[in-house]
């Protein structure tokens, strides 16, 4: 109901490819390789369907919204970046047309690799769709070794900053886990304030705050939504961010974790 009506065609397609995000199963169970040699098919394949990035994170309580409950023990978190000139816009409908169309292309590639899982006799389920209600995207990428969480309450990966959406399948094929990883984004975010003074509705500040029992970054919703509705879309914090530069993350992560040592 909030999106403009440039970005409603969008949104229809991503209901439209939603509709096979789950399916059948193949009664019969393919002989695997080692865990390892099937972990890097599958990251291989992820990105032969279009992710620019690929990592497996065990599904934990952290990623579920409170009274969910899922049985897949494995997640296959995967990004697309958005085009940097569309998004130069923000918040402007042109923005908002481009964020759908990677949540568009993000369905999409969901929906080809849990088929082929499924295809091998293991469930699968892409969870694709901007407005999941089932899992958290951003704490499954985290542990996958995507990226690190921001001021901004987004995820900062070093190839493309926030410039990104992000997926999910969930599964039961045993693949092996990734690790965390240390960018440097602590470092930056505790000194940059360039999203806590370019937010307009001022959600974001520079303290941590207790959530769930950790202390994280966090954004105040009940400031960020009501603006986010206005302008049907807004994303200023992530395109101001110093990671989300084209080609600037490896040399910032670089020089942050060299500062640091």
């Known amino acids: ?9 969008q949104s229809l397609l991503i209901r439209w490819h939603s509709r096979n995000c789950d399916g059948p199963v193949a009664p019969e169970q393919q ?3 080692d865990p390892v040699t099937l972990t890097n098919q599958i990251k291989a394949v992820a990105k032969d369907e279009g992710a620019a990035i690929v990592g497996i994170a065990r599904v934990t309580e952290a990623a579920y919204y409170e009274h969910t409950s899922l049985d897949y023990p494995i997640a296959i978190c995967f990004g697309i970046p958005m085009d940097r000139q569309e998004m130069a816009a923000v918040p402007q409908d042109r923005a908002a047309v ?13 929906n080809h690799l849990a088929a082929r899982i499924r295809q091998m ?17 951003i704490p499954l990428a985290i542990d996958a070794g995507l990226g690190e969480l921001g001021k901004h309450g987004s995820l900062i990966c070093q190839d493309y900053g926030s410039n990104l959406r992000i997926a999910t399948v969930l599964t039961d094929l045993p693949l092996v886990p990734d690790e965390p990883v240390d960018i440097g984004v602590e470092d930056l975010c505790a000194s ?3 999203c806590t003074i370019d937010c307009p509705p001022d959600a974001i500040t520079d303290t941590k705050q207790m ?3 950790v202390n ?7 400031k960020c939504a009501p603006y986010f509705s206005i302008t049907g879309g807004c994303a200023i914090c992530i ?19 060299r500062r640091r040592a």
């Open 239 to 257: 395109q101001v961010c110093p990671f989300s530069e084209e080609g600037k993350g490896l040399k910032l992560s670089g020089q942050l974790l």
């Open 216 to 222: 994280k970054w966090y954004v105040d919703f009940d």
């Open 31 to 33: 002989a695997l390789e």
């Open 211 to 213: 959530v769930r029992g």
């Open 1 to 9: 109901l909030m999106a403009s009506w440039r970005a409603i065609p």
């Open 192 to 194: 940059c304030k360039r």
């Open 98 to 110: 481009e964020v759908l169309r990677i949540y568009k292309e993000l369905a999409i590639t969901g």
């Open 121 to 137: 006799g293991w469930r699968a389920k892409s969870y694709a769709d901007s407005n999941s209600t089932d899992i958290l995207q």
